[in-house]
């Protein structure tokens, strides 16, 4: 069982910058790939970021490609997303994921992790 709990969202202009970090429970958070994913009102959940067990292999989605940076610290159980140049269109509700992904495929769907955070808020003023 793994618990995630996300912070470092809020509200910042356009152009800025926020860090979320997903701090998760558990000794087996090494075992897991980790995601970032979020979803704005009405709209569906969608991919934004993923990076693999080690660290080694990074997953982005094209609209967040270049501003926005994955990374995880396994000695701390935390995951990061440093968000940059942040724009309106980011507004939404973050969301961290942990799964036990393994194929480069699988890093982008939601339905292959397993724990999910409560989500924590971005948004961004124009």
């Known amino acids: 069982q793994v618990q995630l709990v996300e912070s470092g969202g809020g509200l910042v202009q356009t152009g800025g910058s926020l860090r979320l970090s997903c701090a998760a429970s558990?000794?087996?958070?090494?075992?897991?790939?980790m995601g970032w994913f979020r979803q704005a009102p009405g709209k569906e959940r969608e991919f934004v970021a993923a990076?693999?067990?080690?660290?080694?292999?990074?997953y982005y989605a094209d609209s967040v490609k270049g501003r926005f940076t994955i990374s995880r610290d396994n000695a701390k159980n935390t995951v990061y997303l440093q968000m940059n140049s942040l724009k309106p269109e980011d507004t939404a509700v973050y969301y961290c994921?942990?799964?036990?992904?393994?194929?480069?495929?699988?890093?982008?769907?939601?339905?292959?992790?397993?724990?999910w955070g409560q989500g924590t808020q971005v948004t961004v003023s124009s």
């Open positions: 994921a942990a799964g036990p992904v393994f194929v480069a495929s699988d890093y982008t769907r939601a339905q292959k992790y397993i724990y």
């Open positions: 558990g000794r087996t958070f090494s075992s897991y790939a």
């Open positions: 990076m693999s067990r080690s660290g080694g292999s990074t």
